[in-house]
């Protein structure tokens, strides 16, 4: 039997709406179901693994950093990078990590181009693009 794989693109920047939250799990579903994921992130999304993302304190409701427990996007991606294994590639435009000064992600991450996407879309069972809007 063929292993099905699916990819997504991702265009969403970390905390802007709740795609980027949505895909997390589909991701994680897909990786649960035994399938192979690759993400394409293009524009605002090569910022989700970014190594920099650190979590705050919330002063409106007085807790600590410890307290709030705020989870980063770079800390989900690592989370599924490790999740998934050989299973999962994560790959980041090029262009768009030049253009947001993004380069530090978290290990794991690669860099590609636009071509990336479409040979992965290519091999894929299924794919699907989560737009900005």
């Not at 002063?59 to 989900?76: I, L």
């Not at 992965?120 to 989560?130: D, F, H, K, Q, Y």
């Amino acid at each position: 039997m063929e292993e099905k794989t699916l990819t997504i693109a991702l265009m969403n920047p970390p905390y802007e709406s709740a795609n980027s939250t949505t895909a997390f799990r589909i991701i994680a579903a897909a990786l649960r179901q035994g399938l192979r994921v690759n993400v394409f992130a293009y524009e605002g999304a090569v910022c989700l693994p970014l190594k920099e993302q650190a979590p705050h304190a919330n002063p409106v409701k007085g807790t600590t950093v410890e307290e709030e427990d705020h989870p980063t996007t770079s800390k989900f991606v690592s989370a599924l990078l490790e999740m998934g294994g050989d299973r999962l590639t994560w790959v980041n435009c090029g262009l768009c990590v030049d253009e947001r000064g993004a380069s530090n992600a978290v290990e794991g991450v690669r860099r590609g181009s636009p071509a990336d996407f479409f040979k992965m879309a290519e091999g894929s069972t299924n794919t699907l693009v989560i737009p900005t809007r």
